[in-house]
T-cell receptor, first 114, second 113 residues
Framework: TAGITQAPTSQILAAGRSMTLRCTQDMRHNAMYWYRQDLGLGLRLIHYSNTAGTTGKGEVPDGYSVSRANTDDFPLTLASAVPSQTSVYFC?????????????FGPGTRLTVL | AQSVTQPDIHITVSEGASLELRCNYSYGATPYLFWYVQSPGQGLQLLLKYFSGDTLVQGIKGFEAEFKRSQSSFNLRKPSVHWSDAAEYFCAVGARSNYQLIWGAGTKLIIKP
């Protein structure tokens, strides 16, 4: 079982350019999440989706947008990248929408904005 | 405010030695507590979780954690570490009524041969 796949694995991006990080899950989970991981800060939630067609803002949503057109896909878009968005991005999913559900993580995308 | 504190950024232990990673939380509701592990270059994986009942919970890879309500703690332990345990460990807190987990900053475990 693939679980959660993310693409690309890594990317170097010029400041001001746009980019979409892709995330696909094959577990038919209702909830999906995007986190960024920065040294010393742990995981910070960017956006989440409780079900297809709905999204919500997390702790650090500015500069990012998401969509959830179907159950399986949850892309994260940076409209105009800035160096502070250099980070490792993790997509995750869970069967239920509440925080007591186990979250399953993808392998991450390492993004460098220059 | 809801928060999770992992006071140790790094911990170094010798292979075969015992391990305890600390986690303290501040949470208004009845907490659901988790430990996740992140091996180098990988995503996170659930080690164990506590919802209710026995305050000592067993997880994968020989780990256990003890919930102490009076101390607002959920410390992770292992009696004898292996080199493959080198990783970063994250404590997290959730609740029945919340959508979002509250994450600690993580503790990086380094194993000395």
């Amino acid at each position: 079982t693939a679980g959660i796949t993310q693409a690309p694995t890594s990317q170097i991006l010029a400041a001001g350019r746009s980019m979409t990080l892709r995330c696909t899950q094959d577990m038919r989970h209702n909830a999906m999440y995007w986190y960024r991981q920065d040294l010393g800060l742990g995981l910070r939630l960017i956006h989440y989706s409780n079900t297809a067609g709905t999204t919500g803002k997390g702790e650090v949503p500015d500069g990012y947008s998401v969509s959830r057109a179907n159950t399986d896909d949850f892309p994260l878009t940076l409209a105009s990248a800035v160096p502070s968005q250099t980070s490792v991005y993790f997509c995750a999913s869970s069967a239920g929408v509440f925080s007591y559900n186990e979250q399953f993580f993808g392998p991450g995308t390492r993004l460098t904005v220059l | 405010a809801q928060s999770v504190t992992q006071p140790d950024i790094h911990i170094t232990v010798s292979e075969g030695a015992s391990l305890e990673l600390r986690c303290n939380y501040s949470y208004g509701a009845t907490p659901y507590l988790f430990w996740y592990v992140q091996s180098p270059g990988q995503g996170l994986q659930l080690l164990l979780k506590y919802f209710s009942g026995d305050t000592l919970v067993q997880g994968i890879k020989g780990f256990e954690a003890e919930f102490k309500r009076s101390q607002s703690s959920f410390n992770l332990r292992k009696p004898s570490v292996h080199w493959s345990d080198a990783a970063e460990y994250f404590c997290a807190v959730g609740a029945r009524s919340n959508y979002q987990l509250i994450w600690g900053a993580g503790t990086k475990l380094i194993i000395k041969p």
